[in-house]
């Protein structure tokens, strides 16, 4: 039997349907699945439901203007397009941790990035999304058409119809190099007050922790902070491209894991910033995305596979909730080599969009017999300071935790519901969070 | 280089026009739909970053032979002269279910082999005066008789035959012909069937065909490995190609 998994390898059954042409191929698909980058449940077919439909086929581009208007289909990388854009002097305006996603996959899960604190989401800079809805209509929605389904769409999981073409506004860069400057800290009070005063000061941070550590050095990590360089900073020539260039060819034993192993990584990583200090050009890939220079790096959690953890901890909890989590991690003993903080700026327009401001951690971690138990604490933290998690990370949190932090919920149904009264459109996580039901099941009483 | 692409919308095609697009080369769009066509006209010029990498479309059917001769004067009229003409254009069909419906039989070889080879032959007149390249997307397909593939097989068997041929007729006359035999792509064609080993992109295969174009190949298997892979399937004695199942 097909099975189908997202980035965090945890297969269901069912298979992805390609297709170059998504007009067509949407008229009979219940929901859409860009590069499959999201960790959890979010872009696999709800149970009874034989496939997804993979939009990566659908990848042309429709316009690109001179003032940095970009309308795509839902299934141009943004690979492609980073590689595209920045010869032409733009780049996209708000990027995730990785280019091996969709624009469709970034509207959906209204992605963020280490430039949140003062570019928002990428809802904030879309135009106008052209969709396939439930009962067959292709339409166009905007901030100021059918608006209620243009951001019940920005971060609504692929929920409410399917998206067929992206319209954005690309940013202006000066150079196609970043300027970067690194610095060590000790503890977690030192990082964390590092990143809210960069986050003051610059456009873009980002900060790691060795989240197995400790005591008194709990918290320690490195801050990275960055902006575009100035035309003349950086080297004459465009940056090369890696990503990819480094292969798993296979899953990692289970031991590759183990905490001693985390540990003696973590401890090479924080030492490798040998200086407390270091600054100079990088390339907008090691700046954006550094794991993508390793190709299904998530081979490396071995076949129980990984999910994440990632949660907003309101700005007003400050420190404490933030070492709240990092106590739970190590009491669990639930390695990982990435934790990551950011500073989240205001909160987006869409019904349903992950950020608010606060401070995002997130935390990998391989899948374990006791994982579930581990995210149920960590959810229960989060609770404790009136955070919530991202959906496109999630694969473990129950119903019930999610709908405790989440009271945004009940207006993004009704949305959903005014726009797709059969929910046509549904997934794994929909029917494992939401209350769908999955295919098959009976008779549907919305 | 001027190019008259038929074929450009989808798969293969679509990143091989990509490749020229993004190097310069001018080219002049033929194929059924014309919405496709704009679209695919507005891919092109947004990846080049310039709007002339496409000068024009036309409406260019393999199953109207009618069509062929107008949509290559208006591709000849726009571009100034054509140095290459590229089909990547088909109908891909497998499997018992075509051996019961004929129509789609009829079509199928009607397009691939009638339809591509007198597209071929128009397009030849435009291209010896200016010793110009005819690049056809033929198949791994045609190499040996296979049962799963028969009929398709067939219809690209007699493709190649017929490329090979205009090779050795014209080449001296400054023909130049590359047959382009793609092993199994994932692409929207090939969606659903079950997956050999040495799967190919179609970004891969792009990257392979242009390359054959400019070195001025004769033939190109792509992904390379398939070139082995159909050596061997060639040497295989009857009596075990009745047997196996590829």
């Given at each position: 039997?097909?099975?189908?998994?997202?980035?965090?390898?945890?297969?269901?059954?069912?298979?992805?349907?390609?297709?170059?042409?998504?007009?067509?191929?949407?008229?009979?698909?219940?929901?859409?699945?860009?590069?499959?980058?999201?960790?959890?449940?979010?872009?696999?077919?709800?149970?009874?439901?034989?496939?997804?439909?993979?939009?990566?086929?659908?990848?042309?581009?429709?316009?690109?203007?001179?003032?940095?208007?970009?309308?795509?289909?839902?299934?141009?990388?943004?690979?492609?397009?980073?590689?595209?854009?920045?010869?032409?002097?733009?780049?996209?305006?708000?990027?995730?941790?990785?280019?091996?996603?969709?624009?469709?996959?970034?509207?959906?899960?209204?992605?963020?990035?280490?430039?949140?604190?003062?570019?928002?989401?990428?809802?904030?800079?879309?135009?106008?999304?052209?969709?396939?809805?439930?009962?067959?209509r292709t339409l166009e929605c905007s901030p100021t058409e059918h608006a209620d389904l243009f951001w019940a769409t920005v971060g609504g999981m692929g929920l409410t119809g399917a998206i067929l073409e992206v319209e954005l506004q690309m940013e202006r860069t000066p150079s196609p190099w970043i300027y970067q400057e690194a610095t060590r800290h000790p503890d977690l009070d030192s990082l964390m007050g590092a990143l809210i005063e960069g986050s003051a000061r610059w456009p873009m941070t980002v900060a790691w922790i060795d989240c197995l550590k400790r005591g008194p050095s709990m918290g320690r990590g490195i801050l990275y902070v960055g902006r575009w360089a100035e035309p003349g900073e950086g080297p004459a020539t465009p940056p090369r491209w890696t990503s990819g260039r480094i292969p798993v060819p296979f899953e990692a034993p289970d031991w590759a894991?183990?905490?001693?192993?985390?540990?003696?990584?973590n401890f090479a990583y924080y030492h490798k910033q040998f200086r407390q200090k270091t600054a100079g050009i990088v390339s907008p890939e090691a700046f954006f995305y550094p794991l993508d220079i390793v190709d299904n790096w998530n081979l490396g959690y071995g076949r129980g596979g990984l999910t994440q953890h990632q949660a907003v901890v309101p700005r007003e909890a400050g420190a404490t909730g933030v070492r709240r989590i990092l106590e739970l991690l190590t009491e669990a003993s639930a390695a990982s080599f990435l934790c990551v903080l950011k500073d989240c700026g205001e909160e987006g327009e869409g019904m349903l969009s992950f950020p608010r401001p606060g401070i995002s951690i997130a935390i990998d971690l391989p899948v374990r017999s006791?994982?579930?138990?581990?995210?149920?604490?960590?959810?229960?933290?989060?609770?404790?300071?009136?955070?919530?998690?991202?959906?496109?990370?999630?694969?473990?949190?129950?119903?019930?935790?999610?709908?405790?932090?989440?009271?945004?919920?009940?207006?993004?149904?009704?949305?959903?519901?005014?726009?797709?009264?059969?929910?046509?459109?549904?997934?794994?996580?929909?029917?494992?969070?939401?209350?769908?039901?999955?295919?098959?099941?009976?008779?549907?009483?919305? | 280089m001027n190019?008259?692409?038929?074929?450009?919308?989808?798969?293969?095609?679509?990143?091989?026009?990509?490749?020229?697009?993004?190097?310069?080369?001018?080219?002049?769009?033929?194929?059924?739909?014309?919405?496709?066509?704009e679209r695919c006209a507005a891919d092109l010029r947004a990846r080049a970053g310039r709007d002339d990498v496409v000068v024009g479309q036309g409406a260019c059917d393999l199953l109207d032979t009618a069509s062929f001769a107008p949509a290559l004067a208006a591709a000849n009229d726009a571009l100034g002269g054509i140095d290459a003409v590229v089909?990547?254009?088909?109908?891909?069909?497998?499997?018992?279910?075509?051996?019961?419906?004929?129509?789609?039989?009829?079509?199928?070889?009607q397009a691939n082999f009638t339809g591509t080879i007198l597209f071929c032959e128009h397009a030849r007149t435009h291209l010896l005066p200016r010793s110009g390249q005819l690049v056809v997307f033929s198949s791994v397909a045609g190499d040996r008789g296979r049962k799963p593939i028969a009929l398709y097989g067939a219809s690209k068997a007699g493709l190649s035959h017929y490329l090979e041929s205009i090779d050795h007729r014209f080449h001296a006359e400054g023909l130049r012909v590359l047959t382009v035999k793609p092993g199994f792509v994932r692409t929207g064609m090939t969606v659903g069937l079950p997956e050999p080993p040495f799967a190919g992109e179609p970004d891969g295969v792009a990257r392979r065909v242009l390359a054959a174009m400019d070195a001025g190949k004769p033939v190109v298997y792509a992904p390379a490995m398939w070139a082995l892979v159909m050596w061997v399937i060639r040497l295989l004695p009857r009596f075990v190609m009745r047997r196996v199942g590829f």
């Open positions: 039997m097909p099975r189908v998994a997202g980035w965090g390898r945890q297969f269901v059954p069912g298979r992805e349907r390609f297709s170059e042409n998504l007009e067509a191929a949407s008229a009979d698909a219940h929901l859409l699945r860009g590069l499959g980058r999201s960790y959890g449940d979010s872009s696999l077919p709800a149970p009874g439901c034989p496939e997804v439909l993979t939009t990566t086929l659908a990848d042309r581009i429709l316009r690109f203007d001179d003032a940095g208007v970009l309308r795509a289909e839902a299934g141009l990388s943004l690979h492609t397009l980073n590689r595209l854009s920045l010869q032409r002097g733009f780049f996209v305006p708000v990027t995730p941790g990785t280019q091996f996603v969709t624009l469709g996959g970034m509207v959906a899960s209204d992605v963020h990035g280490k430039h949140h604190h003062v570019a928002g989401t990428i809802g904030r800079h879309l135009r106008a999304l052209r969709m396939r809805v439930a009962d067959g894991l183990a905490p001693t192993n985390v540990r003696l990584f006791g994982t579930p138990a581990v995210i149920a604490r960590l959810n229960e933290a989060v609770l404790e300071v009136g955070g919530r998690i991202y959906l496109t990370k999630d694969q473990f949190t129950t119903p019930e935790h999610f709908r405790a932090m989440e009271p945004r919920l009940s207006a993004f149904l009704e949305v959903r519901r005014r726009w797709d009264p059969e929910l046509r459109f549904r997934s794994a996580q929909s029917v494992r969070l939401f209350g769908d039901p999955p295919f098959g099941s009976g008779e549907f009483h919305p | 190019v008259v692409f038929l074929g450009a919308s989808r798969g293969m095609g679509r990143a091989l026009a990509r490749l020229l697009a993004m190097r310069g080369d001018r080219l002049f769009l033929l194929g059924r739909d014309g919405e496709e066509l089909v990547t254009a088909g109908v891909f069909a497998v499997g018992d279910a075509l051996h019961a419906d004929l129509a789609l039989t009829e079509r199928m070889l």
